[in-house]
């Protein structure tokens, strides 16, 4: 949280995507068509008053309020993150909309952030969107998760619904994330430390070299569109794709019998062309 205040890392790319003979929870042949990006607002929402002391209004042994913040500046940035990324998408041939996730309905706050949402899609008119009340969105992640591509949302409704979505793809050893800011990103696995099977060779490492991808694609984009880091991440990602297709990947967290070394052993050889 503190590294995300401090260095502004409002953007936080959560991917979310199906692979062959992965777990997946829903039983619709559609759901091994997923792929979206949760993409959630990092430095500021019900996170703020987290983020660094000081920052509550009203904290005694009665009664607590946290603040939910929202700011034209943080929003217009986020907004202006999402649809450059449907449109990096859709040249990939994914779907290439962005969908306004909020609570506009009850919330100042939200329909502010639905307001400042409208105002900068106008400067994207080939991108699409749509939008839907946080609740109904939980419930759209279980019906009908392969219709959407970019969710953009508060903090706290990030936290939640990207959880949720990891679910169905098969879990948090899955989970890549990428906290963006505009001069500087960290990259990590969306999933904690797993201290209870510290030093016992099961943790599931695609997470983490997923983020690696990330981190390469962000740096192609950095460097005025690097074709080299772009085709090394595209590359990460095929890799593990063609693995799980291949049933050559088969994590612990999943069932399988391969631990951390192993998974990492057969993604360099599938990168490699073995």
Known sequence: LRLRDRFGLYAGVRPVKAYPNAPQRLADPRAAGIDLIILRESTEG???TAAATGREIV???DEVQDILRITRATSEKLFDFAFRLAEKRKAR???GMVTCVDKANVFRSMAFFRKIFDE???AFPDVPVSYNYVD???LDLIRRPWDFDVLVMENMF????SDLAGGLVGGMGMASCAEVGDEHALFQPAHGSAPDIMGQDKANPLAAILSGALMLDYLSDRTGGHTGLADAAQV???AVEKGFAANRLRPMEFG?????KAVTKELIDLIGGA
Request: charged share 35%.
């Open 120 to 122: 900068r899609k106008a």
């Open 93 to 95: 041939g994914k779907k």
């Open 236 to 238: 990460i990602e095929d």
């Open 136 to 138: 109904a969105q939980a």
């Open 158 to 161: 990030g936290d939640i619904l």
């Open 256 to 260: 399988g019998d391969m631990g951390t």
């Open 59 to 61: 904290a005694n042994d």
């Open 46 to 48: 019900l996170f703020y």
